[in-house]
C-alpha cells in the first residue's frame, strides 16, 4: 500500500504529532518491520508520539481510515511481535513516552512512561536508596517497560518478585477508537495515587501479556521496595542438567533467592560478552569493597573472584547461579548457606560465584549481545512449568536436539539452555538456538559498530534458517504438550488455539468489545 493511498490521513497525522514525529522514508520502514529474528511487511508510516493525548487522536485517525495500529516498545524480540499487515498498519515507535513521571518515596511507586527503560528506571531509583523488586532484563538497556508488560518481561529478581506484570500497580492505555483509559486507583473519577491495584476486577491485568492486543500502554505505576541492605552470591556447577534443574527447584521453593538461574557450558560462555568484561569486573570489584563485611570478609570474596579461573569446573557443566538479598546479613548469609546444603543434595560442587557478582555489577551493558560469539544469530524460546515437570521436560528436549543432531551440525546450528526460577512455584525453560547467518537490520542498529567491524559479516544462510524454524516449531509443540505456558508470546506461540472453550470465548469477547474491527495489531496472540 502506498503512502500516495492515505496522503490525507498522513497529513492529519503530521498536524496531530508534529512533521518530525511520522516518519515514511525507507531506512525507518526497513527498521521497524522486523526484530531479531524476521521481517514482516512496511509499515505504511511509523510514528513517534510525545505524549498520551496526541497518541490517542493520532490512533483514532489511523483506526478511522481503515488501517491497523501496530504498537513497538525497544523492538528487542524474536516471536513477531510486532509484525505488520499487508494490507496496511501505522507502526507506533513509543520510544519518545521516555520520561519518569513521578518518583513518591513516601507512598513507594513509581509512574514511567511506557518508552522508559529498565535502566533508565534502575539509574533513577538507585541513588535514593529505591527499587523496582523486578528490575528488568538482560536487554534492559534497550527494553522498555511497556514493551516489558505487553510481552512478560522477567529475570532481575523474579526468583522473588516474579514478572513486570506481577509487580505494576496500575497503567494508562490507549485503546482502538482512540479513548484513553486507566485502570487500578486511576480509573478512580477522584485523583487518587496508584497505590492499589484490584479494587473490584482487575482491570489492570486485561492489558498484562496482550501484546498489544487491547490497547497501547502510554505509562505505569510500578511499586518500589528499599535497595536491599546486604547480598549475597554462589555458584555451583552440576555433572548434567537435571540435577542442576532439581537444585533450581529446591532453591527456588525455599525462597532463598532473587535471582536463581542455570545455564549450560555454552550459554555461561555467551553471557560473559567480551565487550562488558573489562568493565563488569571492575564494577563487580567495587561491589565486593562495598557489600562484603568487614576487612576478612572483603578479602575472602576478593580472592575467590581471582581464583574463579583456576577452579576446576568439570567438563560441559551445567552451572547453578544465585543472589540472595536482604535487611540482614546474618539472614543473607543463612539463605546462601542453605542454598549451598540444597545444590549438594544434588551433586553441586561450589565454584566462585563471578558469573552472579558480574551480572549484578552490570546489570545493563549495552545491546551488543543481541548478536552471539563471531557475529553469529541467536533465538529463544522459553515456557514457563511446574517443577514437578521439569526433569520430564528436560529430557524431552534434549530428545528432540537429540533427534535433530545430524542436520545441525550439518548446517551449524547448535542450542544452549537458560532455566531461572519464576517466584517459588515456577520453572522458567529457555532453549536458545545459534546459528551464522546475515543480520537483520534491528542487530546493525543496535550493536557497537566497532563491535560489528570485528565479526565476518554472514550470508544469506537459508538451510540453516529453516532448520532453526523446524526446531522452533517443534520446540512450541513440545511446550504445549508439556502444559506449558510462554512470555512474549506475539505470533509465535500458539496462545488462542491452546486455550479452552469457555476462557478463549471470554477473550475474544473482550476483544471485540474494546476491539471490534480488530485493528489494534491484529494476529498477535492469534486475534
Not at 78 to 87: I, K, V
Amino acid at each position: 500500500m502506498s503512502v500516495g493511498d492515505h496522503s490525507t490521513l498522513l497529513t492529519d497525522l503530521r498536524a496531530a504529532l508534529g512533521e518530525d514525529a511520522v516518519l515514511c522514508d525507507a531506512a525507518t520502514l526497513q527498521l521497524m518491520a522486523g526484530d531479531l529474528y524476521s521481517s514482516g511487511p512496511l509499515p505504511l508510516a511509523v510514528i513517534r508520539p510525545g505524549d498520551s493525548a496526541s497518541l490517542a487522536q493520532a490512533v483514532g485517525q489511523i483506526t478511522a481510515a481503515g488501517l491497523s495500529v501496530v504498537p513497538r516498545g525497544g523492538g528487542l524480540s524474536y516471536t513477531g511481535g510486532y509484525r505488520c499487515e499487508e494490507s496496511g498498519s501505522v507502526l507506533v515507535d513509543l520510544s519518545a513516552l521516555n520520561h519518569i513521571e513521578h518518583i513518591s518515596a513516601e507512598d513507594m511507586y513509581v509512574v514511567a512512561q511506557a518508552g522508559v527503560s529498565w535502566k533508565q528506571l534502575y539509574d533513577a531509583l538507585t541513588p535514593l536508596g529505591l527499587r523496582l523488586p523486578y528490575f528488568g532484563t538482560f536487554s534492559g538497556a534497550g527494553a522498555s517497560i511497556g514493551g516489558g508488560l505487553s510481552h512478560g518481561a522477567l529475570f532481575f529478581g523474579s526468583a522473588r518478585y516474579g514478572s513486570a506484570a506481577d509487580n505494576v500497580l496500575g497503567v494508562e492505555v490507549v485503546t482502538a477508537d482512540g479513548t484513553l483509559l486507566r485502570t487500578g486507583q486511576w480509573a478512580l473519577k477522584t485523583d487518587a495515587e496508584p497505590v492499589f491495584r484490584n479494587f473490584g476486577p482487575d482491570t489492570t491485568g486485561l492489558f498484562m501479556h496482550d501484546g498489544g492486543a487491547f490497547g497501547i500502554k502510554t505509562r505505569a505505576a510500578f511499586r518500589l521496595i528499599p535497595l536491599p541492605a546486604h547480598s549475597g552470591y554462589a555458584s555451583f556447577a552440576f555433572a548434567d542438567f537435571e540435577s542442576a534443574g532439581l537444585a533450581l527447584s529446591a532453591i527456588a521453593r525455599a525462597g532463598l533467592a532473587e535471582e536463581a538461574y542455570v545455564l549450560d557450558a555454552g550459554a555461561v560462555a555467551a553471557n560473559v560478552e567480551r565487550d562488558r568484561s573489562l568493565r563488569a569486573a571492575t564494577r563487580a570489584v567495587r561491589q565486593v569493597l562495598h557489600t562484603a563485611s568487614g576487612v576478612a570478609g572483603k578479602c575472602g570474596a576478593l580472592l575467590a573472584m581471582a581464583r574463579a579461573g583456576r577452579r576446576v569446573v568439570p567438563a560441559n557443566a551445567y552451572t547453578l547461579h544465585l543472589v540472595a538479598a536482604g535487611s540482614s546479613r546474618a539472614a543473607v548469609d543463612h539463605d546462601v548457606a542453605t542454598a549451598h546444603l540444597l545444590a549438594r543434595q544434588f551433586g553441586g560442587i561450589s565454584i566462585a560465584a563471578t558469573v552472579p557478582r558480574i551480572a549484578r555489577a552490570d546489570p545493563f551493558p549495552g545491546l551488543n549481545a543481541v548478536l552471539g560469539a563471531n557475529g553469529s544469530r541467536w533465538a529463544a524460546l522459553n515456557v514457563k512449568i511446574a517443577h514437578s515437570r521439569a526433569s520430564a521436560l528436560i529430557r524431552a528436549h534434549q530428545a528432540l536436539i537429540a533427534a535433530e543432531q545430524a542436520a545441525m551440525s550439518r548446517c551449524g546450528v547448535r542450542v544452549t539452555y537458560l532455566c531461572s526460577a519464576l517466584c517459588n512455584y515456577s520453572f522458567s525453560f529457555e532453549a536458545v538456538f545459534h546459528w551464522q547467518d546475515s543480520w537483520q537490520p534491528l542487530h546493525e542498529a543496535k550493536v557497537a559498530s566497532a563491535v560489528l567491524a570485528s565479526f565476518n559479516r554472514s550470508p544469506d544462510n537459508p538451510e540453516a534458517r529453516m532448520l532453526v524454524a523446524r526446531l522452533r516449531e517443534q520446540t512450541c509443540v513440545l511446550f504445549t504438550q508439556m502444559g506449558g505456558a510462554s512470555n512474549q508470546i506475539g505470533r509465535t506461540y500458539p496462545f488462542m488455539s491452546v486455550l479452552d472453550e469457555a476462557p478463549a470465548a471470554l477473550l475474544r469477547n473482550l476483544k471485540r468489545q474494546i476491539d471490534p474491527a480488530n485493528r489494534m495489531n491484529p494476529g498477535v496472540l492469534g486475534f
